[in-house]
């Protein structure tokens, strides 16, 4: 008998969900995100409907960085996708450039938002100072700690993770769509939090 253990469905979809098993388990992980930014939007929603006064994001806040940000997002994005169908033409220099992109777009996210946030607490501004910055740091911060961790994995796939294109370039191919859902998600959340934080108009006396 053989010490290997063979696990089914790694790099072959299955036949009662028509997924390979890591492109299951992210969906599984996406539903319980979108539950979870799905509750702090509602909750914004709701505290701002019952507030008498609402601050205007963007009479306190930079939309030019933020529409920077959300540039560098989208672009990043569209570098992942392009890193997936390089390993699909099995073109791995191409991978590893598209790749390095979309983890530079990431620093590059990040570094515009410390910015921000540098500049929000020089002028006094932070969680405490009233409910619109609380919902701001709350919801930008939590988004930023996903950013954190996609890059993280991106990270890892660009540089010791990348031996298993080596081995098993279908699995690492496979791998590469797997993050891609999870960085377009992060993507996603950030273009309704925009216009949301950023955008919508406030509410007077």
Do not use: Q
């Not at 009479?59 to 390993?87: F, Q, R, Y």
């Amino acid at each position: 008998m053989s010490a290997d253990i063979v696990i089914p469905y790694n790099d072959t979809d299955r036949p009662d969900t028509g997924l390979y098993n890591a492109k299951l388990g992210v969906w599984l992980f996406l539903a319980s995100e979108v539950m979870l930014f799905g509750a702090l939007f509602s909750t914004y929603i709701l505290l701002r409907v019952g507030a008498v006064k609402w601050e205007h994001g963007a009479d306190i806040l930079n939309i030019p960085l933020a529409t920077l940000n959300t540039m560098v997002l989208i672009g990043s994005s569209v570098t992942m996708v392009l890193s997936w169908a390089a390993l699909k033409a099995k073109n791995f220099p191409r991978y590893r450039l598209c790749m390095g992109l979309t983890f530079l777009a990431g620093i590059g996210f990040l570094i515009i938002k410390t910015i921000e946030y540098k500049a929000k607490f020089e002028h006094g501004l932070s969680p405490a100072t009233s409910t619109f910055m609380a919902i701001y740091f709350t919801m930008t911060g939590l988004h930023a700690l996903h950013v954190i961790g996609g890059m993280i994995v991106n990270g890892y796939l660009l540089g010791p993770g990348a031996k298993m294109w080596h081995t098993e370039p279908r699995r690492f191919t496979n791998r590469i769509e797997v993050a891609g859902l999870y960085w377009h998600f992060v993507d996603l959340v950030w273009i309704f939090l925009f216009p949301t934080l950023y955008l919508l108009p406030g509410k007077g006396m």
